[in-house]
């Protein structure tokens, strides 16, 4: 059991956990993630690890509630525990100097980009962050991002927030604008994820994305999170999540991650039904 030590509302559906787990703390790298389990007989779901500290021995991850595992994670309070927190899972970010570094969060995005706009500021870098979501109330570590870079932008779909207009509408005036820009990391929804490296491609800059395949163990044993990375198959949770860009089928893994959107919805559906019974006493 990994007892939740904190517990912190970013927006009205993203929440940070500090959960106490001392033997992932003390091995976790930027791009790590671990596999969640909260109930018995429940399903495994992958989290990027934010942080950790080693003297506490905790990790911090922060989630956005859009399914029945993250939603039921979001009921949890400070006091309670997760069943099953199993990690540090995936390849660690490669971190190396590249000079002037893009660091591209979108979404909840950003909660994984940050530990490796971190590092790559350790290694010397300098750091252009971009910050984006559909509205305001989803930007999250804006200030975060804003004190490891020497300029840090935020972009929202409907204008509420920041720069109206998608993150590549940013990230094309920064590289018209500096040449010096040897490296882009961009960590979000997939569409966006392929807006990018499309745009990346026609500069020549490196680009590496961090894959939200659809994943079962993190441990390579189910195949679930295969991917095409330069028309060879990989898997996201051992062979990655982080690859380069423009070796990623987008198109086939924005597909496959369709699979089970059915009964994603119905699984949903079931939670709310349940949660109303609650509400008016009904039970289940």
Do not use: W
């Not at 509302?9 to 500090?18: E, F, G, M």
């Not at 959960?19 to 930027?30: D, F, L, S």
């Not at 950003?110 to 930007?139: C, H, Q």
């Not at 994943?215 to 330069?230: A, K």
């Amino acid at each position: 059991m990994f007892l939740i030590l904190s517990k912190e509302i970013l927006s009205p559906t993203i929440t940070k956990y500090v959960i106490k787990a001392p033997y992932i703390a003390k091995k976790r790298k930027a791009g790590n993630f671990v596999m969640l389990r909260i109930i018995e007989n429940g399903e495994r779901i992958p989290i990027t690890i934010v942080d950790s500290d080693l003297s506490a021995g905790t990790i911090t991850l922060i989630v956005q509630a859009i399914g029945k595992t993250t939603k039921l994670l979001a009921t949890k309070k400070v006091g309670e525990a997760i069943l099953d927190v199993v990690g540090p899972l995936g390849v660690p970010t490669p971190i190396e100097f590249h000079g002037d570094v893009v660091c591209i969060g979108g979404g909840v995005g950003t909660a994984e980009v940050y530990p490796i706009a971190r590092a790559l500021k350790d290694a010397g870098n300098t750091i252009y962050s971009i910050v984006g979501a559909r509205s305001k109330d989803l930007i999250i570590l804006e200030n975060e991002m804003s004190k490891l870079s020497k300029q840090s932008y935020v972009t929202t779909d409907d204008g509420s927030y920041g720069r109206k207009g998608i993150v590549t509408d940013q990230l094309k005036d920064i590289l018209d604008s500096n040449k010096n820009i040897k490296a882009v990391y961009a960590i979000g929804p997939l569409p966006m994820m392929k807006a990018v490296s499309n745009l990346t491609k026609t500069y020549g800059v490196k680009t590496l994305v961090s894959l939200n395949a659809i994943m079962v163990d993190g441990t390579g044993m189910c195949g679930g999170c295969r991917v095409s990375i330069g028309g060879q198959m990989k898997f996201a949770c051992v062979d990655g999540p982080e690859f380069d860009a423009h070796l990623v089928d987008f198109d086939e893994l924005i597909m496959r991650n369709r699979t089970y959107i059915d009964l994603e919805k119905i699984s949903d559906e079931r939670c709310k039904r349940i949660e109303m019974a609650d509400a008016v006493g009904g039970g289940r």
